[in-house]
């Protein structure tokens, strides 16, 4: 089992910026993906980032591609959303997610792909 805890949200206006932090425990996260998910009130859950872990090969929603960067930090076993140039249409729960796909070279955007979730973290932009 793997435990998700997400950090990092918050009300910021446009243009500006937000770390989210998502720490794992439970497993070290080696042969994992790890993504980003966001749900905006009455919308779906919608992909957003993703990465494998092993190798930081990195994947992007087209809506935020250039302003956010997802990254790992392997040795606290700790994942990030680098989120730049922030829009109100960027408002949502984010969410962590994990799944151990030691076969798969470019991580998955579904959810339906991922095992274990953190809780959410809200991320409020105001214009």
């Known amino acids: 089992q793997v435990q998700l805890v997400e950090s990092g949200g918050g009300l910021v206006q446009t243009g500006e910026t937000l770390r989210l932090s998502c720490a794992a425990s439970?497993?070290?996260?080696?042969?994992?993906?790890m993504a980003w998910f966001r749900q905006a009130p009455g919308k779906e859950r919608e992909f957003v980032a993703a990465?494998?872990?092993?190798?930081?090969?990195?994947t992007y929603a087209d809506s935020v591609k250039g302003r956010f960067t997802i990254s790992r930090d392997t040795a606290k076993n700790t994942g990030f959303l680098q989120m730049n140039s922030l829009k109100p249409e960027d408002t949502a729960v984010y969410y962590c997610?994990?799944?151990?796909?030691?076969?798969?070279?470019?991580?998955?955007?579904?959810?339906?792909?991922?095992?274990?979730w953190g809780q959410g973290t809200q991320v409020t932009v105001s214009s």
């Open positions: 439970g497993r070290t996260l080696s042969s994992y993906h």
């Open positions: 990465i494998r872990w092993s190798t930081a090969v990195t």
């Open positions: 997610a994990a799944d151990f796909r030691p076969l798969f070279v470019t991580p998955r955007v579904g959810p339906e792909d991922y095992a274990f």
